[in-house]
């Protein structure tokens, strides 16, 4: 594998269920970011984690739970979403965060449906 | 105000010719960084094309260059001998360097590319 993975790709849930996304990144990077792309609407950035630390928590509601075990892997942990939260989840990756340079390279994302 | 505008929601283009796509910002940041993502339909956002704010050249990657003129705060992406491929979502970004360490990335709304035959 390489890059930034995500999965899984498409993803169909109940205002009930609990879930979650995975993203692992193979490019050995420090930090990684969540992002939610809504149709017509710019990414916001949603989560943003360093050396597994979090960072940065953009005014997120709390049925979002991100998760850094180590610096490859991110979850987004999801319960009791709302049908407003259909989107499409990006992670992505870059080398460190506190630089203009930063590149962040992105996975394929989770289309998320909830109905 | 918008911190990242992209003026063309939707753009045509004839195969083998060059198309620029346009983009504004707008920071009081000295120090920052500037993008250009491409998302075809499958929805992955796939980074072309990176501009400091410091760089006196226009960066360029293969059939990808970005017109910066940064007194008129414009980051332009020209696109020479376009392909079908190249049909997608383009989306012009900034990095700010005052945002300290959450290297948050601000998105304009993008800008449909369609390549004729």
């Known amino acids: 594998e390489t890059g930034v993975t995500q999965t899984p790709r498409h993803l169909v849930m109940g205002m009930t269920n609990k879930k979650s996304l995975k993203c692992e990144q193979h490019l050995g990077h420090n930090a990684m970011y969540w992002y939610k792309q809504s149709a017509k609407k710019p990414l916001e950035l949603m989560f943003v984690y360093s050396l597994e630390e979090r960072v940065e928590n953009n005014s997120v509601p709390s049925r979002f739970s991100p998760e850094c075990p180590n610096s490859s892997h991110l979850f987004l942990h999801l319960h009791t979403l709302q049908p407003e939260d259909s989107a499409l989840y990006l992670c992505a990756s870059s080398q460190d965060n506190y630089r203009p340079t930063d590149t962040q390279y992105f996975g394929p994302g989770t289309r998320l449906t909830v109905l | 105000a918008q911190k990242i505008t992209q003026t063309q929601p939707g753009m045509f283009v004839q195969e083998k010719e060059a198309v620029t796509l346009d983009c504004t910002y707008d920071?009081?940041?000295?120090?920052?960084?500037l993008f250009w993502y491409k998302q075809p339909s499958s929805g992955e956002m796939i980074f072309l094309i990176y501009?400091?704010?410091?760089?006196?050249q226009n960066a360029t990657e293969g059939r990808y260059s970005l017109n910066f003129q940064k007194a008129r705060k414009s980051a332009n992406l020209v696109i020479s001998a376009s392909q079908l491929g190249d049909s997608a979502m383009y989306f012009c970004?900034?990095?700010?360097?005052?945002?300290?360490?959450?290297?948050?990335?601000?998105f304009g709304q993008g800008t449909t590319l369609q390549v004729k035959p």
């Open positions: 970004a900034m990095r700010e360097g005052l945002s300290g360490n959450t290297g948050k990335l601000i």
């Open positions: 501009q400091g704010s410091y760089d006196e």
């Open positions: 920071t009081s940041d000295q120090s920052y960084g």
